[in-house]
């Protein structure tokens, strides 16, 4: 994980003017960004009503090998809490967040919970929480939940299929099912992951272009409107729909082990 700086570290605004190409002579492009704001270790901060939407190039059908990891810190564990939504309308789809006051995974279009905790882990604290979907040599899925690096469920029901089309961090849609607390170190595969490498994701030692990932944030600044996607693979996140009000704040992350020399 990326180290800790001291927590007074203020985050650093860096405002650079609109970048805009007209050299084909058409109407000058929106900007990509008008401002950066950056930190050695950031984190993002989700109040109410805030949520993030990114790019799904290259992500994995809904009953195709599979992984998502992430460090969370939710303030309660109250009510459903989606910390990531990849889904094809309400169709298809999988959720990962808090569901009857357990971390799990569950279908978008409703059905069982795939894998599930038997109790809530400490709220107000970090924790590493990752899905990995695989299938077996019979072609049985085949599901897994990991907490602070220990796989806690496992499961065999049969997700859905569809291949998403938009994907949510913080929220199912904008409007149900937020999200309140932090988050970082957000990655989003389309291979399923070993239990060594989910320890690889905790410890911040998977590199931003490993085979397989899809999409990582690594939620060390913002771009305007957007958290960029480190991986290459182009599935930046834009905050709050662009509505200044429902974007997530950058916050110092105080994720345990982190160093802000990575």
Not at 243 to 256: E, I, K, Y
Request: charged fraction near 15%; hydrophobic fraction near 40%.
């Amino acid at each position: 994980m990326k180290a800790l700086p001291a927590r007074a570290l203020a985050a650093l605004a860096v405002f650079a003017p609109a970048c805009t190409d007209t050299s084909d002579g058409g109407d000058a492009e929106a900007p990509y960004e008008s401002s950066t704001e950056s930190l050695p270790n950031g984190a993002l901060e989700f109040g109410t009503g805030d949520f993030a939407t990114t790019g799904t190039a290259g992500f994995p059908t809904a009953n195709t090998p599979q992984a998502i990891s992430l460090w969370v810190q939710y303030a309660t564990g109250s009510g459903t809490q989606v910390f990531l939504s990849l889904r094809s309308d309400f169709a298809s789809g999988v959720n990962l967040g808090i569901h009857d006051g357990q971390i799990a995974a569950w279908p978008v279009y409703p059905g069982p919970v795939l894998v599930a905790t038997s109790t809530l882990p400490t709220a107000g604290a970090w924790h590493h929480v990752a899905f990995v979907l695989d299938r077996t040599d019979a072609g049985t899925p085949s599901e897994a939940l990991y907490v602070d690096g220990v796989a806690v469920a496992t499961g065999a029901a049969a997700p859905d299929k569809l291949t998403p089309l938009a994907s949510w961090i913080g929220s199912l849609d904008g409007t149900n099912d937020d999200f309140a607390g932090e988050m970082d170190e957000i990655r989003i595969w389309n291979v399923a992951r070993t239990s060594a490498q989910i320890q690889d994701d905790m410890n911040g030692t998977t590199p931003a272009d490993a085979p397989g990932l899809a999409a990582y944030f690594d939620c060390d600044s913002i771009h305007g409107t957007r958290v960029p996607d480190v991986s290459g693979n182009g599935n930046d996140a834009t905050l709050g729909g662009g509505d200044p009000a429902r974007m997530p704040s950058l916050v110092p992350s105080t994720v345990p082990g982190a160093s802000a020399d990575e």
